[in-house]
C-alpha cells in the first residue's frame, strides 16, 4: 500500500519525504488555500512541492462546467509530469474524465461517498478514485465499509483504477486500509506521525540507552 501525505505544507512534506515513506502528495483547494501566506503564490508552492516529490502529485481543479475542467487540468499538468488533476464527482466532472482520460491526463476523481460514484467515475476514466472515510463516519455511517465494497467490486470486474481511501483520520483507518487492500492511503501529516509511535518502542530505548550508559567506558573500546 502507498502512503500520499494529504497537505500542501512544503515542511510537513519535505520532512515526510526524508522519511523514506512517502509516494505522493494528494491537495484540495482547502489544503492550498492555508499555505498561501504572504509571499506565497500558487505555482511557487506547487513548484516546491514537485520539487520534493517524485511520485503523484494531486492538484484539484476548481471549475464546476467539464469544459473549463478541462483547460484548468491541461494549465495544472504543465506544472509537472507528476501532476494528477483532481475532478469533483459530478456530472460534468465524468464528462471532463472521459476527454482526460482520451488526452492521456491522470486524474483523481474526489469527493466520493459512494459504491455507485466509484463504479461511475472508473467508467468514465478515472486514474484513482478517491472515498472520503472520515467525512461518513462524521455523520455516522461506516467510511471503511465503502473502502470494502469498492475494493470487492473493482476486484469483481476487475477494475484497475487505484482506491485513494482519503479523509483518513487516525492509524486504525490505515490498518484497516492495508487489512482491506486498498492500493493507497492519503493522510494528514498528524497522522502520519503517529503510524511510528508506540510507547514501548520509546520505553525500550531509554532503557537499553540506561544499561549501556552502566557499563566502565574501558570495556566499550572498539580499537
Ligand atoms: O484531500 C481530501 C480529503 O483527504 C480531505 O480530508 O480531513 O478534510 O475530510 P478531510
Redo the contacts with the bound molecule.
Sequence with gaps: MKFFL?TANIEEIREGVSWGAVDGI???P??ISKELKGEMNFRKLVTSILDLVKGPVSLEVTSLKHDEMIEEAKRLKKLGDNVVVKIPTTVEGLKALKILKEIGIETNA?LVFSLSQALMVVKAGATYV?P?V??LD?IGEDGMSLIEDIRTAYDNYGINAKIIV????HPVHVRESALIGADIV?M?FDVFKKLMSHPKTDEGLKRFLDDWDKIDRGKLRLE
Design positions: 494529504d494528494t491537495t484540495n482547502t489544503l474526489t478517491s472520503f472520515g467525512r462524521d482519503a479523509s483518513i483520520r492519503t494528514p
